[in-house]
């Protein structure tokens, strides 16, 4: 890890603050930044904040909404778990997780199983904030969790049965 003390962010990390999930990731990383001596490397970005021009690094919202975004400081853009790797890169101790994944070459393995977790954390939070069946996700009323709509009447009619049996 670079322990030079730098000026200007070297990432950019665009994330959903309207994400009770993403926000805790997220604050325990800067938790864990605040510690460093020395300036941020890090600059974080609320896309739900509406102030960061996502326009500008060619990220549209829903891109930015379901899939984690960074941009360093040449322009490139990681995406997914290419941009976990890079904060991890920039944070005392998960440093090395950084190096442990580069070097045993897990990065697509962990960017197949993000996506796949990303793409059902998208469809749940688009229902949850429309409140209604979105994509096949449907939410479930006072849980904060979401079934497919198909579970959604298989739920609904093993509640009448159990509301029947002795």
Known sequence: MPTQTRTLPTLTVFFDGGCPLCSREIDHYRRIERRQPGAPLIRWADITAGQDPLGQHGISLQEAMTLLHAIDTDGVRHVGAPAFVQIWSRLPYYHLLARTTTALRL????????????????????????????????????????????????????????????
């Open 107 to 166: 990065t697509g393995l962990l960017d197949i199983a993000y996506r796949r977790f990303a793409s059902w954390r998208y469809r749940r939070r688009a229902a949850a904030s429309l409140g209604e069946c979105v994509g096949g996700v449907c939410p479930l009323p006072g849980t904060g969790e979401s079934l497919p709509e198909s579970e959604q009447s298989d739920r609904k009619a093993g509640a009448e049965t159990n509301r029947q049996s002795p």
